[in-house]
């Protein structure tokens, strides 16, 4: 289905103020390009260069902005009203759930899960349903909480940034929750995927309030966004 082209942007009215779109850096950034276009959505040049300093990039249409932030910070920034409408992964809603967000679209990029993964050498050692608690490192403190939790095992968190391959080895946690794509990291590091807590793609999210108060300018964005998903190839 093609997109319609009387005009190129469907604009909002100028007294509406800009809308911002807040997207992930990182490995989705070029997944998105493509989506991004079938919406009629076209950022400044230096918007897809990671060596770019700014974080803010002005678009082919005047009244949308898009800004370019950490994947885990873009729903904040849109729970927050900073940003009206965003792109972050279902790993990303999962852990912090906020109540400010709708999330009407799934993009079907970034696909990933949220694992658990532990030392080859100690995998499937002992029955996990007998256990009381585990050590876990992890940036997905709440998922790592309530996945246990429902199991009865009581996880106590080794919260971590990055480099949660790490842990096991050096006597951090026992066990990891984390975002795996292709499992070539754990492999490296000798580490196995035991189970896998959720799957992952990206999700078009949208501030309610923004809904509420300016429904015709962002209902209209969202409309774009699924014109443009009917058109994926």
């Not at 469907?10 to 800009?18: K, V, W």
């Not at 030392?119 to 050590?135: E, H, I, M």
């Not at 080794?158 to 946690?173: F, I, K, Q, R, Y």
Request: aromatic share 6%.
């Amino acid at each position: 289905m093609d997109l319609p082209v009387a005009t190129p942007f469907a604009t909002a009215p100028a007294d509406a103020g800009t809308v911002v779109l807040a997207v992930p850096k990182g490995r989705i950034l070029s997944e998105l390009g493509p989506l991004l276009a079938r919406a009629g959505i076209h950022p400044a040049a230096d918007y897809s260069d990671e060596d770019s300093r700014r974080l803010r990039f002005e678009t082919a249409d005047p009244a949308l902005d898009v800004v370019r932030v950490r994947p885990f910070d873009v729903a904040t920034f849109v729970a927050h009203g900073a940003a009206q409408i965003g792109v972050c992964g279902a790993d990303v809603l999962m852990e912090f759930d906020y109540p400010e967000i709708y999330a009407p679209l799934d993009l079907g990029i970034g696909g990933c899960r949220v694992s658990v993964a532990e030392p080859v050498a100690t995998a499937g050692a002992d029955d996990p349903s007998r256990w009381s608690r585990v050590a876990v490192a992890t940036k997905y403190p709440n998922i790592a909480h309530r996945h246990f939790a429902a199991r009865g095992v009581q996880a106590e968190i080794v919260h971590l940034n990055g480099a949660m391959e790490l842990a096991p080895s050096l006597g951090l946690s026992r066990l990891i929750v984390d975002l795996v794509q292709t499992g070539s990291t754990l492999k490296a590091n000798g580490l196995v995927e035991t189970e896998v807590i959720a799957r992952v793609t990206s999700r078009l999210i949208i501030n309610r309030t923004a809904l509420k108060t300016r429904p015709e300018v962002i209902g209209a964005w969202l409309a774009r966004f699924r014109a443009a998903l009917a058109a994926s190839p």
